[in-house]
């Protein structure tokens, strides 16, 4: 089990709209950056847990928690004309752009801002940290652990 923070602008599509979707399940759809292709195409498996981050909003923060439920396949929205993330480049036989599927856990007892996270030492090697504008980033168990402590939800663990 590897461990992810996705990025989400909670006006296009928040935690609680995953929620909302049948079974809490969505396609994490749209991403156009390649090193976050390569991580939904190559790296990301069922099983992975997410930590769920609203951005672009006055105080951004990890709000909630979500497990991958299916591994990278091709992205179909890249294929729609229609589509807001239509790529011409795209096709059936080279997809280019992946996804995966991913389902609502639970909200966080407490969010966890990104000034918490900035002001953590601990914290400091994160990609988040150290302005990464990936919308999918790699999280370490360590890190993992300690946004989940910071976020109420592992009362009692000793955060190394």
């Known amino acids: ?5 996705f990025k989400t602008e909670p ?3 928040s935690f609680d709209d995953l929620k909302k979707r049948p079974d809490m399940t969505e396609s994490w ?3 156009r950056n390649f ?7 190559d790296t990301i498996k069922a099983g992975d847990r997410v930590l769920f981050y609203h951005s672009n909003i006055p105080e951004p923060a990890v709000v909630g928690l979500a497990d991958v439920v299916r591994a990278g396949y091709p992205d179909s929205t890249a294929l729609n004309p229609n589509a807001e993330h239509f790529d011409p480049k795209a096709s059936i036989d080279k997809p280019i752009w ?3 599927d991913v389902r609502y856990r639970e909200p966080l007892q407490r969010i966890v801002t990104l000034e918490s996270i ?3 030492p601990l914290l400091a090697d994160m990609p988040l940290v150290k302005r990464s504008r990936l919308s999918i980033q790699p999280v370490t168990e360590s890190e993992w652990r300690i946004i989940l402590t910071m976020g109420g939800m592992m009362a009692g663990v000793t955060v190394p």
């Open 1 to 5: 089990m590897a461990y992810w923070l």
């Open 118 to 120: 900035k002001q953590n």
């Open 98 to 100: 992946y996804m995966v």
């Open 11 to 13: 006006g296009c599509f």
């Open 29 to 31: 759809d749209g991403v």
């Open 35 to 41: 090193q976050a292709r390569n991580f939904l195409r």
